[in-house]
């Protein structure tokens, strides 16, 4: 069940009729429950059952781990707990990637061994829920969160529809304590939860599917030689398309939340604003960062270890943070340029930050400029499918195809100039800002027009939209 779907339309105004009709708390989240189960249910049942399972084994490890006396029993329970995710998701997600790497192996000693092809079918969002159910055992481990005592809660706090399949990476944490009580429907709240929905929507439907997928797709499809300004301008459609898609996944989220009554983190805080890839990082998917932030890189030691050690902790959460997002090496090549980016990064603020020129506006802007472009560059082992495309991409990037091919109109680079100006503008314009200061500077008739021209624009355009793209992770 896509957000950019009529189906979802009926389902959320069905759910969040219900939700507001009824005065018993327990009930509305036993209605928000078996909504988030037909939600998810919508893709394939059997997969309903998977969420539950995992679910279930960790609150009930979770409260293994807060009655362990002693650190190594609770480590015990931890362990079996991170193990049980992160199998669960190890085999759905990297079943098949693991034995084509074996065979591969094998295959440099001599040995011949053709492995069964696994017909997995990937459950949708198992990368995210995986880690909201994980975050509570995680978090009780670490003594900032107590067991809950009520399944129901806890099996809402993973399965909560609006976050489920793409975010934002919504902890235990920071969920389970909104569910305690109940919070009166407030209309200012409900109406900007509509309006942070629309806006996602436009972001994704609009923007990323109508204005940019057509151009990235024609250039990242394309089996021949190009020219370096379309190599350039299908790799910016596509840095525009992904920020678009997943931003508004998660407006939309965050939208949908708080006409419920609940608050959820802001996962984008203008992303291509940055000044530098540490900034980027604090900008972009943001609960993915803090969650390796807290989980990871805290604990393999942070910045409190020599500089070298420091360093490596950074490429190796940057690695597994690229093969979360996907079975594939070339996921896995574009978390250790972010990895290698961060390094950099760090060297030069060690050589560099004292002098009076690191931080004044000409290199701050050029700061900006070279973070857009290293990201850009980067995008394009994400989007692609495989190392061919990848040095075809950055070959004609780099002008090694003199004779390559253009194929984008005028009319499409345009569009892809006319978007992507108008997005870093904003980006820059509100970096130190947000989104709800921004609009109540704004005139009430001025919300209200750019609301609608938003709605209809969707309407207009509807039937050219696709599914989410963080769906696939």
């Not at 389902?11 to 209605?31: C, E, G, Q, T």
């Not at 988030?36 to 781990?65: C, E, H, K, V």
């Not at 419920?260 to 802001?266: C, E, Q, T, Y």
Request: aromatic residues 16%; proline residues 4%.
């Amino acid at each position: 069940m896509l957000f950019n779907s009529l189906t979802f339309i009926v389902f959320f105004v069905i759910v969040v009729m219900l939700y507001w009709s009824i005065a018993s708390w327990p009930l509305r989240k036993n209605i928000l429950v078996v909504a988030s189960y037909i939600f998810y249910g919508a893709w394939n049942p059997p997969f309903a059952a998977l969420l539950f399972s995992t679910t279930a084994m960790d609150f009930w490890l979770g409260r293994q781990i807060g009655k362990a006396k002693g650190s190594r029993a609770k480590r015990a329970w931890l362990v079996a707990s991170v193990c049980m995710n992160l199998s669960m998701l190890g085999f759905f997600k990297y079943g098949n990637f693991l034995l084509q790497n074996f065979q591969w192996l094998v295959a440099r000693v001599g040995i011949i061994y053709q492995p069964p092809h696994l017909d997995i079918l990937l459950p949708v969002g198992i990368s995210f829920y995986t880690f909201h159910s994980l975050s509570y055992t995680l978090d009780i481990y670490r003594g900032v969160l107590q067991p809950t005592r009520s399944l129901r809660d806890f099996i809402l706090a993973v399965s909560f529809f609006p976050q489920l399949v793409a975010g934002p990476i919504v902890r235990a944490g920071d969920f389970l304590p909104q569910l305690v009580r109940p919070q009166p429907l407030r209309t200012g709240q409900f109406l900007w939860g509509l309006a942070l929905m629309t806006l996602g929507l436009f972001e994704k439907i609009v923007l990323a599917d109508t204005l940019l997928s057509g151009s990235a797709d024609r250039v990242f499809g394309y089996a021949g030689p190009l020219v370096a300004l379309d190599s350039w301008a299908g790799v910016i459609a596509f840095a525009g398309q992904i920020f678009f898609d997943f931003a508004g996944y998660s407006t939309c989220a965050i939208g949908a939340a708080l006409t419920l009554g609940f608050h959820l983190k802001d996962n984008f805080r203008f992303p291509y604003a940055a000044i530098g890839f540490s900034d980027f990082w604090r900008r972009w998917h943001i609960s993915l960062s803090t969650f390796l932030r807290d989980y990871l890189y805290i604990p393999l030691g942070g910045n409190q270890v020599r500089p070298f050690r420091a360093a490596l902790n950074l490429v190796i959460v940057m690695f597994l943070g690229g093969l979360w997002h996907g079975a594939a090496w070339t996921f896995v090549v574009w978390g250790l340029l972010h990895g290698s980016y961060l390094v950099i990064e760090r060297i030069c603020r060690i050589l560099f930050e004292d002098r009076s020129w690191a931080n004044n506006l000409a290199t701050r802007i050029l700061a900006g400029v070279a973070t857009y472009a290293a990201v850009s560059i980067a995008w394009v082992y994400f989007r692609a499918s495989d190392f061919t495309i990848a040095s075809r991409m950055l070959a004609g990037m780099f002008g090694q195809h003199a004779h390559g091919d253009a194929i984008l109109s005028t009319r499409e680079m345009l569009q892809v100039a006319f978007v992507t100006v108008g997005m870093i503008s904003v980006h820059c314009s509100l970096r130190d800002s947000n989104i709800e200061t921004a609009v109540a500077r704004l005139p009430r008739w001025a919300v209200t027009a750019a609301w609608a021209l938003m709605a209809c624009a969707i309407i207009l355009t509807q039937g050219a939209s696709n599914a989410f793209i963080y769906f696939q992770f």
